[in-house]
């Protein structure tokens, strides 16, 4: 899980109204943990008087570890990693996308539309299983009628050849 499919998540369960299972949120808390503050190290730890609305300031080793006994807050500053940059962006029409269908306040920064299942046949202007018998009768003519070697080997060769495509054609397409 990245850090714009969890927002995206939280983005759509909050858009839902819906209760959501405490093993869910505790996944978005764990992403959150480990992609934003896990692998790193604060850059800067700042400290101010507790209930105060004091500037933050430098906070030294000693006002980490004793905050509690100097009536300090403590707040730790990290880098955050920049978003990334989508890879496709939206296009939002009458507050939904016209892509992905997302709704415009709770999508993330990049458009997944669902991919279609192509169907390659309905495109073609003819049925393929038509070129299988002229293509075997061309082999069997080239086999037994004498139109010489080179032909012969020539023609058989080239019908054998698209009716390999024509199987690997069927095998791709009927799965
Ligand atoms: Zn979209």
């Not at 949120?25 to 692998?39: C, E």
């Not at 293509?135 to 010489?148: D, N, P, S």
């Amino acid at each position: 899980m990245t850090v714009a499919a969890t927002v995206r998540a939280m983005r759509r369960a909050g858009a839902a109204g819906q209760p959501v299972p405490a093993d869910e949120v505790a996944a978005w808390a764990r992403t959150f943990m480990i992609q934003l503050y896990g692998p790193q190290k604060p850059a800067r730890l700042e400290c101010r008087p507790k209930h105060s609305a004091e500037p933050w300031m430098q906070a030294e080793d000693g006002d980490v570890v004793r905050a509690r006994r100097r009536g300090l807050d403590i707040r730790a500053l990290y880098l955050h990693p920049k978003p990334e940059k989508p890879t496709k962006a939206h296009r939002f029409r009458d507050g939904n996308c016209r892509d992905c269908g997302d709704g415009e306040f709770y999508a993330g920064p990049n458009c997944e539309p669902p991919t279609p299942t192509p169907d390659s046949r309905a495109a073609l202007p003819f049925d393929p299983t038509w070129f299988r018998a002229p293509l075997e009768a061309l082999i069997q003519v080239a086999t037994h009628r004498f139109i010489g070697v080179p032909d012969s080997m020539k023609w058989k060769s080239e019908a054998r050849y698209l009716l390999e495509r024509l199987d690997q054609y069927d095998k791709e397409t009927l799965a």
